[in-house]
């Protein structure tokens, strides 16, 4: 499956001031591909071949069963059970032999969708760092953003090293600020949800502290603490 980063238009991405908006990308690319390959690639020869051969993450796993039906869930399962007994085990009654055992070690680190989403996201931080380099508009939109996520913030920042000084500089500026002042603000409700717990705080005003807990670990993460249970 070939996922194209240019059909999700930047701005549109970018456009809503609600979280980080990297976040949002990767999670549009998760529904896109989930909904794809239960839906109309199901039987696409080229992405069973890689459906087969990567399998999936738990989490990854979670969402095609959440997002397809059952039958296409199934027939996915089926040619991939079938390539993992092919790949992994013996014939009855014979012990695995070395090549067998990193097969299974290899299929427990591989999934079909986190490949995908990693190669489009490198696509989306290359078209990210040419448009702030030549949109004015989209300046104005990158620098108008709630905050970046910490994983997210360390992508951009990295793939910002190939810029020229004279627009480096200035991006990972804008971008250390988006994400740092976000950090400083969880820093401060987190402390102050802590001091509440204060026999002299009694009664007192919470403030923006009661969900610091969940917006520190998203912050973190880049994933909604109920995404991160197993």
Not at 30 to 36: K, L, S
Not at 193 to 202: E, L, Q, V
């Amino acid at each position: 499956m070939r996922e194209d980063i240019c059909t999700i238009p930047i701005h549109d991405v970018f456009g809503p001031t609600d979280g980080c908006p990297v976040c949002r990308m990767r999670d549009m690319l998760e529904d896109r591909i989930a909904t794809y390959i239960t839906g109309a690639a199901m039987m696409e020869p080229d992405v069973r071949i890689e459906t087969n051969r990567l399998g999936f993450c738990e989490r990854h796993f979670g969402m095609i069963r959440e997002c397809g039906g059952r039958l296409p869930v199934a027939l996915i399962l089926e040619s991939h059970l079938k390539e993992i007994e092919e790949k992994i085990f013996p014939k009855p009654g014979t012990a695995p032999g070395k090549k067998q055992l990193e097969a299974a070690r290899t299929l427990e680190k591989s999934c079909f969708m986190c490949e995908n989403i990693e190669t489009n996201m490198k696509h989306l931080f290359e078209t990210v760092v040419k448009m702030w380099q030549t949109d004015a508009e989209f300046r104005e939109l990158y620098a108008a953003q709630p905050y970046l996520c910490l994983p997210h913030y360390t992508m951009l920042a990295e793939a910002a090293q190939g810029m020229a000084r004279k627009n480096r500089e200035p991006f990972l500026t804008v971008t250390a600020d988006l994400a740092g002042n976000y950090l400083r603000l969880l820093e401060k409700d987190v402390t102050h949800f802590c001091s509440m717990f204060d026999y002299r705080n009694k009664d007192g005003d919470w403030g923006n502290s009661k969900d610091s807990i969940e917006r520190s670990m998203q912050y973190i993460t880049s994933r909604k603490p109920e995404d991160l249970l197993p």
